[in-house]
Nanobody
């Protein structure tokens, strides 16, 4: 069973930048669709970005101008760079893998393995 561990969260000021990391226990995960989601208190989990086996990326319209997803196959790692942080970006951020070569969207149920999440808190 592949395990995912997020890191890089913390408290940051609005306008700053942050890069989240997701370490996969096996390289297998990087050969499939991987994505980033977030969930704020009282809100539903929100899909943010995905990257497929070939490196093709997709973004939610709400974040496409500020978020960048990437991966390093050699390090079994997935990343999410967040620029121009806003207070509404405060949430727990999760990485996930879907056992599909291609990414088809941001439906949580399509993703099979999830990390435990990392908290991002943005102060104004």
């Amino acid at each position: 069973q592949v395990q995912l561990v997020e890191s890089g969260g913390g408290s940051v000021q609005a306008g700053g930048s942050l890069t989240l990391s997701c370490a996969a226990s096996e390289s297998t995960a990087l050969r499939y669709c991987m994505g980033w989601f977030r969930q704020a208190p009282g809100k539903e989990r929100e899909g943010l970005a995905s990257i497929d086996r070939s490196g093709a990326t997709r973004y939610a319209d709400s974040v496409k101008d500020r978020f960048t997803i990437s991966k390093d196959n050699a390090k079994n790692s997935l990343y999410l760079q967040i620029n121009s942080l806003k207070s509404e970006d405060s949430a727990v951020y999760y990485c996930a893998v879907s056992w599909s070569v291609y990414c088809y969207g941001f439906i949580s149920a399509d993703y099979d393995v999830w990390g435990q999440g990392t908290q991002v808190t943005v102060s104004s």
